[in-house]
């Protein structure tokens, strides 16, 4: 049976009641068997054990923030109620962070589908969604007492543990980033105009990415609210040779549109000198005349124009 998160529903005071319960009506009944008789003495001696055991009882749990309840060993739920509050002494209460929190991965190396290396980084929004498989489903508490020194403040504790679920995160998320990257490649260059790859791709490549590690993440009790590609670009190694690549395939569709509009030119100017009658050509002077047209349109310079002073013929 897979356990899940649970509220905590043991017995739990306001904080202010019992603090005045504690502080007040307990010190009043150990000064009264002092001074009364030698069996209620002992009794006395017995409550201000008890009295000094109660402390550990009280807890102060700000909005977003959770304690998941271990009563010698056994989870007892996850106390989620803001305020102060006194529950039993002998829970042992883990202290965490329900807030968001952000995630810049590192731009790493990795292989498009088309085998291009390319450097991805990504950044996300991530947060705790299930406290029991935060806590207990992966082993992120040992890793965060072996970076914890004995005696340290609950602060820096939580701190620590916080920090090995990061940890998780980063990793599954690097795991992921592969995945997805390699499922597509860089641009269209060889993969076809119609097919999605990671600089078209957009939102449709972040929702996968998110869908991918949520996947991941929820054995983990982890949820993450957002994730985004950051930083895509060809791998140093490769990188000159493919700006070389980009820079060519420029060239040919600038080439392409200006031949395109040559030909509608030259075809417009032999309609117009046709349909006017302007002039009468033979096929071999039509020939001429759009190849003439044609370098003068398509050249990279201004053409050089040569005045004929002759008839048509010479």
């Known amino acids: 049976m897979e356990m899940k998160e649970f509220d905590f529903k043991s017995f739990k005071m306001n904080g202010f009641l019992a603090l005045f319960i504690h502080l007040i009506v307990m010190p009043l009944l150990m000064v009264w ?17 008890v009295w000094l055991v109660l402390f550990a009882g009280y807890i102060q749990l700000e909005p977003n923030e959770a304690r998941a309840m271990v009563y010698f060993g056994k989870y007892q ?15 042992d209460k883990k202290k965490l962070s329900l807030r968001a929190r952000n995630l810049d991965i590192e731009p790493i190396k990795v292989n498009d589908r088309i085998g291009n290396p390319i450097m991805i980084g ?40 916080m920090t090995a ?28 105009s119609e097919e999605l790859t990671l600089r078209s791709g957009g939102e449709e490549i972040n929702d996968q990415l998110e869908q991918k590690l949520n996947e991941r993440l929820a054995m983990a ?15 140093p190694e490769i990188a000159a040779v493919m700006l070389r690549r980009q820079q060519a395939s420029a060239i040919i569709s600038a ?23 302007i002039v009468e050509l033979d096929e071999e002077k039509k020939a001429a005349m759009v190849s003439n047209l044609l370098v003068v349109l398509c050249a990279d310079e201004a053409a050089q124009p040569v005045v004929n002073t002759g008839t048509l013929n010479h």
């Open 221 to 235: 009790g982890m949820e993450v609210v957002e994730a985004r590609i950051n930083y895509l670009a060809y791998a």
């Open 165 to 192: 679920f990061e940890n998780f995160v980063k990793i599954q998320s690097d795991a992921a980033l592969r995945q997805v990257a390699g499922q597509y490649a860089y641009d269209d260059n060889e993969s076809g």
């Open 77 to 91: 739920g996850t106390f989620k109620e803001t305020g102060f509050f006194w529950v039993n002494p002998l829970l």
């Open 122 to 161: 990504l950044v996300l929004v991530w947060k705790l969604k299930d406290t029991y498989k935060a806590m207990f489903e992966i082993d992120a508490q040992t890793m965060a007492s072996a970076n914890t020194p004995s005696g340290t403040p609950l602060g820096n504790a939580v701190a620590h543990r």
């Open 255 to 277: 080439r392409e549109k200006i031949v395109e509009g040559a030909v509608s030119m030259v075809k417009m100017a032999l309609h117009k000198l046709s349909e006017e009658e």
């Open 33 to 49: 068997g002092v001074i009364t008789s030698i069996p209620t003495l002992v009794l006395a001696i017995i409550l201000f054990v």
